[in-house]
Protein backbone atom coordinates (compact mmCIF):
# COMPACT_ATOMS: atom_id res chain seq x y z
CA UNK A 1 0.00 0.00 0.00
CA UNK A 2 1.56 3.41 -0.63
CA UNK A 3 0.04 6.95 -0.84
CA UNK A 4 -1.73 7.18 -4.30
CA UNK A 5 -4.68 4.41 -2.91
CA UNK A 6 -4.80 7.21 0.35
CA UNK A 7 -4.63 10.25 -2.62
CA UNK A 8 -6.95 8.09 -4.99
CA UNK A 9 -9.48 8.14 -1.97
CA UNK A 10 -9.72 11.74 -1.16
CA UNK A 11 -10.23 12.27 -5.22
CA UNK A 12 -13.57 10.50 -4.80
CA UNK A 13 -14.82 12.16 -1.36
CA UNK A 14 -13.88 15.78 -3.10
CA UNK A 15 -15.68 14.91 -6.18
CA UNK A 16 -18.41 13.47 -3.88
CA UNK A 17 -18.68 16.15 -1.77
CA UNK A 18 -18.63 19.16 -4.37
CA UNK A 19 -21.38 17.19 -6.31
CA UNK A 20 -23.53 16.38 -3.27
CA UNK A 21 -23.09 20.64 -2.17
CA UNK A 22 -24.21 21.30 -5.52
CA UNK A 23 -27.48 19.02 -5.80
CA UNK A 24 -28.11 20.33 -2.46
CA UNK A 25 -28.30 23.90 -3.22
CA UNK A 26 -30.77 22.98 -6.00
CA UNK A 27 -32.68 21.10 -4.00
CA UNK A 28 -32.14 17.56 -5.57
CA UNK A 29 -31.65 15.59 -1.98
CA UNK A 30 -32.60 12.32 -3.47
CA UNK A 31 -29.81 12.54 -6.44
CA UNK A 32 -27.79 14.50 -3.41
CA UNK A 33 -28.21 11.02 -1.77
CA UNK A 34 -27.53 8.51 -4.69
CA UNK A 35 -24.25 10.11 -5.63
CA UNK A 36 -22.79 9.75 -1.48
CA UNK A 37 -23.75 6.07 -1.98
CA UNK A 38 -21.89 5.80 -5.27
CA UNK A 39 -19.14 7.07 -3.56
CA UNK A 40 -18.85 4.73 -1.22
CA UNK A 41 -19.27 1.78 -3.49
CA UNK A 42 -16.42 3.11 -5.19
CA UNK A 43 -14.35 3.33 -2.50
CA UNK A 44 -15.23 -0.05 -1.00
CA UNK A 45 -14.53 -1.42 -4.23
CA UNK A 46 -10.79 0.25 -4.23
CA UNK A 47 -10.71 -1.43 -0.75
CA UNK A 48 -11.39 -4.62 -1.82
CA UNK A 49 -8.94 -5.06 -4.39
CA UNK A 50 -5.90 -4.07 -1.63
CA UNK A 51 -7.81 -6.44 0.98
CA UNK A 52 -7.51 -9.27 -1.57
CA UNK A 53 -3.90 -8.38 -2.09
CA UNK A 54 -3.04 -8.57 1.78
CA UNK A 55 -4.92 -11.76 2.34
CA UNK A 56 -2.82 -13.16 -0.64
CA UNK A 57 0.44 -11.98 0.74
CA UNK A 58 -0.73 -13.44 4.34
CA UNK A 59 -1.29 -16.78 2.67
CA UNK A 60 2.03 -16.47 1.45
CA UNK A 61 3.77 -15.87 4.49
CA UNK A 62 1.82 -18.34 6.46
CA UNK A 63 1.52 -21.28 3.54
CA UNK A 64 -1.81 -21.36 3.50
Known amino acids: MDVSLIL ?6 VLVSV ?3 ILNKSGRDE ?3 LVTLAGIVVVMLMLVEE ?3 LFESVQSVFGF
Open 31 to 33: QAM
Open 8 to 13: RIAGVG
Open 19 to 21: AVA
Open 51 to 53: IGG
